[in-house]
Every structure is written in C-alpha cells, then in structure tokens.
C-alpha cells in the first residue's frame, strides 16, 4: 500500500500541486502524504506480524551470500531506459531553447536541479557498481 501511495509523493506532481494551488499547499500536502504513507506502512505491517501473514524468514540469504550485482536483462534495460531519459532531456531542452521560453519559477529550478542529481546518482551508480 505504501509503495503505491508513494507515486503521489514525486517530484512532478509536486510541482503539479504548486502550480494549481501554491506552494504552501503543495509542501503541506506533501507532508500529510509522508505521514499517511508512513502510519499506513506501520499499521500494515504490525497488523499482517499480529495476523501471522508476515512471510518466513527463513529462506532469506544472509548479506553475504547474496549476489547483489548481475549483468542480466535488467542491466540492460536499466541502460536502455537511462538512454531513453537522456535523449528526452536532450529532445525537450533543445525544443525549449528554440522557442526561447526560460520563464520558469525557482520551484521548477530546484525540482529540476534535484532531478538532475538524481540522474547523475544512477549514472554513478551503474557505472561503479559492476567494480564492486
């Protein structure tokens, strides 16, 4: 449930909700969203322990002898899709620089700079982790 409640928590439709109802809304809406996504985590999860549905830990492999890292079909579609991101990064930059509208808010700059330091994260991290 908290996985799903998460995808209302985003940076765009972040930005969304300042656009149509300001900023301090968005952030006070962001910050009841955290607060249910966390209560409806706990609940679910103390609830399923006091059921008994939780599953078994029994056949969970310790830290170590997991495989963490593995050159499979996921690595590549992880590479396909990073792709795909930076040319459409590219494609709209290129079509805003050609009808010359930078009129964006500080908002749009900072969600904008925080997902551009995200794309970066995940850049580092496949290309460093196949060392490790």
Known sequence: MAFIFSDLVVFPVLRIQAQY??????IYILIVFLC???GVSLVMHYGLDLLGHLPDASGFQSMTDREFFNIDYTFFLNLLFLALTTAFIVWQYYKKEKSMSTNR???DWILLSLSIVAYGWLAIGVAVLPFF
Do not use: F
């Open 36 to 38: 249910a996504l966390v």
């Open 21 to 26: 109802y300001g900023w301090k809304m968005a």
């Open 105 to 107: 808010s500080l908002g």
